[in-house]
């Protein structure tokens, strides 16, 4: 029987294996410290069965990927399009992680949910790419995109229309944008006739029960920072909502003694009609009237 180099018979090699091997098997066999040295075919099986392993390792991340296609399209629609309203940005991320979620994006859906809150309300710097995308949200009803077009509409001074505005505020407020019933109910407030003030006591109303009244005017002056505000379109309230004297819950607001930092301020049980007269002072400050 032939002698290998180191002595062993020919019968007992082990099988070839490559150069790449040989080295990993090289780097094994030197550093594993044991009394009972392996031997390379022990180390080869070793190698081996951990390359079995990162195989079905890859399997199974192979199987996760296409979990995604055993996803009804209307399930999928709805994770993308909950990743839209969240953020643009989030959306924009999505997309690059598989065709599917790319295919799925360009659905009504998901561009009627998609938020534009990373969007100016006026491009001063218009480009391609940003008006189709805003012009694709409007088509679609998007309803950020609704209240952007209602604002631009009923402020924008000279060139507003502002019966166009407000009708089109309102669409987005019925559609459930706070941020648009906070402007229309504000607006409602403004007005004199009593009707008019009733459907803007529901809008705040709403709003108070969700906590959200102070985050809204927040949003809204940040947003309205880059517009010229037409000032001439609202006028102050001659008549508070409020006119009960100091047996009112309320007093403390009239005397400026409640400053309102955040929603959990905001006591319940206090007048409600206070409350937005409170809340009209903020609103005049920001159209400086």
């Known amino acids: 029987m032939a002698r290998t180099r180191n002595g062993g018979s020919a019968g007992c090699s082990i099988p070839h294996v490559s150069s790449t091997v040989s080295a990993r098997i090289a780097h094994e066999t030197h550093v594993v410290q044991s009394p009972l040295q392996q031997s390379p075919h022990q180390t080869y099986l070793r190698l081996v069965k951990r390359k079995r392993s990162e195989r079905r390792h890859t399997r199974k991340g192979a199987y996760s990927t296409t979990s995604i296609k055993a996803l009804p399209r209307d399930s999928l629609i709805e994770v993308v399009a909950t990743v839209a309203a969240h953020s643009f940005i989030d959306l924009h991320n999505i997309k690059l992680c598989c065709k599917d979620f790319l295919d799925t994006a360009e659905d009504n859906y ?23 995308f805003l012009n694709r949200c409007m088509e679609c009803g998007n309803i950020d995109s609704l209240y952007r077009e209602g604002l631009r509409k009923y402020f924008d001074y000279p060139n507003g229309k502002i019966d166009d505005g407000l009708g089109i505020l309102k669409v987005a407020a019925e559609k459930g944008h ?14 004199e006739d009593n009707e008019v003030k009733k459907q803007g ?52 607001v009239k005397k400026d003694r409640w400053v309102l930092l955040d929603d959990d301020d905001d006591d319940m049980s206090l007048c409600e009609y206070c409350r937005w007269d409170h809340e009209l002072e903020f609103f005049y400050r920001l159209f400086n009237i």
């Open 201 to 252: 006591l529901k809008y705040m109303h709403f709003l108070r029960k969700l906590k959200c009244v102070v985050n809204c005017r927040k949003k809204v002056k940040q947003l309205l920072k880059s517009v010229w505000k037409n000032n001439v379109v609202l006028v102050r309230n001659s008549h508070p909502l409020c006119n009960v004297n100091s047996t009112c819950k309320g007093w403390r």
């Open 178 to 191: 706070n941020e648009a019933k906070y402007v229309c109910g504000m607006i409602s407030l403004c007005s």
């Open 110 to 132: 998901v561009w009627e949910r998609v938020s534009l809150d990373t969007f100016p309300l006026i491009q001063w710097l218009p480009n391609d790419k940003a008006t189709s």
